[in-house]
């Protein structure tokens, strides 16, 4: 939970924020109302991707910073 | 993500009201009528983002745990990752510790200490959980305009009462100061 309780400060102290849960968890982000969240398919310890897999890793985090500027409403989450 | 978080008492953000989850791992969803407990948060923070990407100034913050060699957030006799794992309790009860780390610190000298999840991943690739390196080459396609020079990243298993009252609204503070627009937040 302390992504999302982090998230929700920054945001509320004028920063745009942009989470990056597993799909295990992500159930924090609607119950803790994350402004913005990118839910990957990963497990636990490798939220962002494979071990060297650059490509994949690319993926996800360009997906996060786009999700900052294209989410049209409060408490967007994109699935990857 | 530990189970043990269930058993952790938080608050609301900005309003001081306490809950106590009921089942472990999971966050206590109140109905209307239970009046003697309350909602964890009933509406969502918005900050849209002040200015196009490709000219803001952008930060991470990961909840896995890294730090640099030789700077070891709980001192100089912080505790091992296996002396780490059987103490979360005590981890939850604690205080966040927030580490700085430059972005252009090398692969070699980022360690890893965190008593909630394998680690095993990010100590070979710290991109997995601390993805500055695809950041760094988001910078430098210019499809974000600035990473901020200093990257963030805690342990998330502490205590969420103080990160939310304490902790995490100082950060937000000289986080905000050194003008940065956005952050990405990885969950470990």
């Known amino acids: 939970?302390?992504?999302?309780?982090?998230?929700?400060?920054?945001?509320?102290?004028?920063?745009?924020?942009?989470?990056?849960?597993?799909?295990?968890?992500?159930?924090?982000?609607?119950?803790?109302?994350?402004?913005?969240?990118?839910?990957?398919p990963n497990p636990l310890g490798r939220t962002?991707?494979?071990?060297?897999?650059?490509?994949g890793q690319r993926r996800v985090v360009h997906s996060a910073v786009r999700l900052l500027s294209e989410a049209a409403a409060p408490g967007a989450i994109l699935d990857l | 993500m530990p189970a043990t978080y269930g058993r952790t008492q938080y608050a609301r953000a900005g309003t001081g009201t306490i809950a106590r989850s009921q089942r472990p791992g999971s966050v206590t969803s109140c109905p209307p009528a239970?009046?003697?407990?309350?909602?964890?948060?009933?509406?969502?923070?918005?900050?849209?983002?002040?200015?196009?990407?490709?000219?803001?100034?952008?930060?991470?913050?990961?909840?896995?745990?890294?730090?640099?060699?030789?700077?070891?957030?709980?001192?100089?006799?912080?505790?091992?990752?296996?002396?780490?794992?059987?103490?979360?309790q005590e981890f939850l009860r604690s205080d966040p510790v927030l580490v700085t780390i430059p972005k252009n610190t090398p692969q070699h000298?980022?360690?890893?200490?965190?008593?909630?999840?394998?680690?095993?991943?990010?100590q070979r690739d710290h991109n997995v959980v601390f993805p500055i390196d695809r950041l760094n080459a988001l910078e430098a396609e210019g499809i974000?305009?600035?990473?901020?020079?200093?990257?963030?990243?805690?342990?998330?298993?502490?205590?969420?009462?103080?990160?939310?009252?304490?902790?995490?609204?100082?950060?937000?503070?000289?986080?905000?100061d050194q003008g940065v627009d956005a952050a990405l937040l990885v969950a470990a």
């Open chain 2, 34 to 88: 239970c009046s003697k407990t309350r909602r964890l948060n009933d509406s969502t923070p918005w900050t849209p983002l002040a200015r196009p990407l490709s000219q803001a100034r952008l930060t991470l913050i990961s909840t896995g745990g890294l730090f640099i060699e030789g700077h070891d957030p709980l001192g100089t006799s912080g505790p091992t990752q296996e002396e780490a794992v059987p103490r979360i």
């Open chain 1, 1 to 40: 939970m302390s992504v999302g309780h982090t998230a929700r400060v920054l945001e509320e102290s004028g920063i745009s924020t942009v989470a990056i849960y597993i799909r295990a968890f992500r159930h924090h982000a609607g119950n803790l109302k994350v402004p913005r969240t990118v839910v990957t």
């Open chain 2, 144 to 176: 974000i305009g600035h990473l901020a020079e200093e990257a963030y990243s805690f342990v998330g298993a502490t205590s969420q009462l103080r990160l939310l009252k304490e902790y995490a609204p100082r950060w937000a503070r000289g986080i905000k």
């Open chain 2, 109 to 122: 000298r980022l360690r890893v200490r965190h008593p909630g999840y394998d680690i095993r991943g990010a």
């Open chain 1, 48 to 55: 962002v991707g494979r071990v060297g897999d650059v490509e």
